[in-house]
């Protein structure tokens, strides 16, 4: 697996030192920059797996630069800030940000926010290359992508809403790998622009779960196919046989 390359955006030399030193004693390859081009010339020289990116850039505003780089590519970003009301964190939400983190903070903490958003990335990137997968067969039902039909055992062909087929590809091109209710919503927002979880999110994906649920299980409330995995999330615990259509 690559080392993990960060990009560290702070205007302060001794907080972005700080940072950087941290960050490289813990596994990762950081880089620093002080300004946006500064921050550019590190994007267009090489691979960038996250970007920790500072609010207050000097005369620079780093809210409107995640939003203007949300618009050109899909690079992690998390917003560190000592702006920690609730409405400036929705903000840094709004225009892109995938975590916000308040300074001044634990360094142990912000490591363990780093490695959740860049696992997060990982798995939603993942999740959504091999959704690319034609076909699938389970259980007896036939999954077509292509055609974007489902076919039960009996041969007929259940109707599932956009949401529920997209539910369903992400769950067959991953068989018995329990998926927390934030990497299913990641993956199902294949624009990247999901919002991170809470409550209302993790709600959502239970109802349409749900929905799922009664259109391929024999007994939605004693699921066989799709269950809960306590603890963590949802898994499709059955075999699936992909195939090119």
């Given at each position: 697996m690559a080392i993990p390359r960060i990009l560290v955006v702070d205007d302060d030399p001794e907080v972005r030192q700080m940072m950087t030193q941290f960050l490289r004693q813990n596994g990762t390859i950081a880089l620093p920059a002080a300004t946006e081009a500064e921050m550019r010339q590190h994007l267009s020289g090489g691979r960038v797996d996250l970007i920790l990116?500072?609010?207050?850039?000097?005369?620079?505003?780093?809210?409107?630069?995640?939003?203007?780089?949300?618009?050109?590519?899909?690079?992690?970003?998390?917003?560190?800030?000592?702006?920690?009301?609730?409405?400036?964190?929705?903000?840094?939400?709004?225009?892109g940000a995938d975590d916000y983190i308040a300074k001044p903070f634990n360094p142990g903490l912000l490591l363990a926010r780093v490695k959740a958003v860049l696992s997060r990335a990982r798995r939603s990137s993942s999740l959504v290359h091999r959704r690319k997968t034609q076909r699938f067969r389970f259980c007896g039902w036939t999954y077509d992508a292509k055609r974007d039909?489902?076919?039960?055992?009996?041969?007929?062909?259940?109707?599932?809403?956009?949401?529920?087929?997209?539910?369903?590809?992400?769950?067959?091109?991953?068989?018995?790998?329990?998926?927390?209710?934030?990497?299913?919503?990641?993956?199902?927002?294949?624009?990247?622009?999901?919002a991170p979880e809470n409550d209302a999110t993790g709600?959502?994906?239970?109802?349409l779960v749900g929905r799922l649920r009664s259109k391929i299980e024999k007994n939605p409330k004693v699921p066989q196919i799709l269950k809960t995995e306590r603890g963590v999330g949802y898994v499709f615990a059955t075999d699936v046989m992909p195939e090119d259509a």
């Amino acid at each position: 697996m690559a080392i993990p390359r960060i990009l560290v955006v702070d205007d302060d030399p001794e907080v972005r030192q700080m940072m950087t030193q941290f960050l490289r004693q813990n596994g990762t390859i950081a880089l620093p920059a002080a300004t946006e081009a500064e921050m550019r010339q590190h994007l267009s020289g090489g691979r960038v797996d996250l970007i920790l990116l500072d609010v207050m850039l000097g005369d620079e505003n780093g809210l409107e630069i995640c939003k203007h780089l949300r618009r050109e590519q899909d690079v992690p970003v998390i917003i560190v800030s000592a702006l920690s009301a609730d409405h400036q964190r929705m903000e840094g939400y709004e225009v892109g940000a995938d975590d916000y983190i308040a300074k001044p903070f634990n360094p142990g903490l912000l490591l363990a926010r780093v490695k959740a958003v860049l696992s997060r990335a990982r798995r939603s990137s993942s999740l959504v290359h091999r959704r690319k997968t034609q076909r699938f067969r389970f259980c007896g039902w036939t999954y077509d992508a292509k055609r974007d039909e489902v076919m039960s055992p009996a041969g007929i062909q259940v109707v599932l809403s956009r949401r529920e087929t997209a539910l369903l590809q992400t769950l067959v091109a991953n068989p018995h790998i329990p998926l927390t209710r934030a990497e299913i919503a990641a993956a199902l927002d294949v624009t990247g622009d999901a919002a991170p979880e809470n409550d209302a999110t993790g709600r959502a994906i239970d109802v349409l779960v749900g929905r799922l649920r009664s259109k391929i299980e024999k007994n939605p409330k004693v699921p066989q196919i799709l269950k809960t995995e306590r603890g963590v999330g949802y898994v499709f615990a059955t075999d699936v046989m992909p195939e090119d259509a």
